[in-house]
């Protein structure tokens, strides 16, 4: 086998990365201590995992360690984390939540809700199906002034036609 080819194979590639089988990893930690230049390279791409890591990565926002800090220090200080006691929010006041009136608070930057797929596809059906309602709707309501019409039109013949008949009489 040439050294150069199993470097290109992508097996240095799929170890870097963690998805490299276990005959692979053994296979590579058996060639990386006979071989010099498999080292070398693998090295080199770890390198260059981490440039790219650097270079992708997002800059959290400047308060998030302090509020990591601050929730570890608080649970570090509670002996029992499930007795530990649910905060009100200072927003809210009185109002009958659940049995003890006590709710977890949750700070969301977003304003979207979610949905679980199953109710958005039940939305769609029922707005699919009130707009097919509303198309019968008209064409009943239609329907229905149409032949209003036509009885007006069949009464003022046949008063025409009572007319006509008293006077033939």
């Keep these: ?96 939540h659940r049995k003890s009136g006590q709710f977890i608070e949750v700070d969301a930057s977003s304003s979207h809700m979610r949905v679980h797929k199953i109710w958005r596809w039940l939305f769609i059906g029922v707005f699919i199906l009130g707009k097919v309602f509303l198309g019968f709707a008209i064409y009943f309501y239609l329907e229905n002034r149409q032949l209003k019409e036509e009885v007006s039109k069949l009464k003022t013949q046949l008063e025409k036609y009572e007319k006509q008949k008293e006077l033939r009489n």
């Excluded at 890591?53 to 998030?64: F, G, K, L, N, Q």
């Design 1 to 96: 086998m040439k050294i150069n080819e199993y470097i290109e194979s992508g097996i240095l590639e799929a170890y870097v990365l963690g998805s490299a089988s276990e005959a692979e990893t053994r296979e590579l930690l058996y060639l990386k201590a006979k071989h010099p230049q498999i080292q070398d390279a693998l090295l080199h791409l770890e390198i260059d995992m981490e440039r790219i890591a650097e270079h992708m990565a997002i800059t959290p926002p400047p308060d998030t360690w302090l509020k990591i800090e601050d929730r570890l220090n608080e649970l570090a200080e509670t002996p029992d984390y499930d007795a530990m006691p649910i905060r009100r929010s200072p927003n809210r006041k009185g109002g009958n």
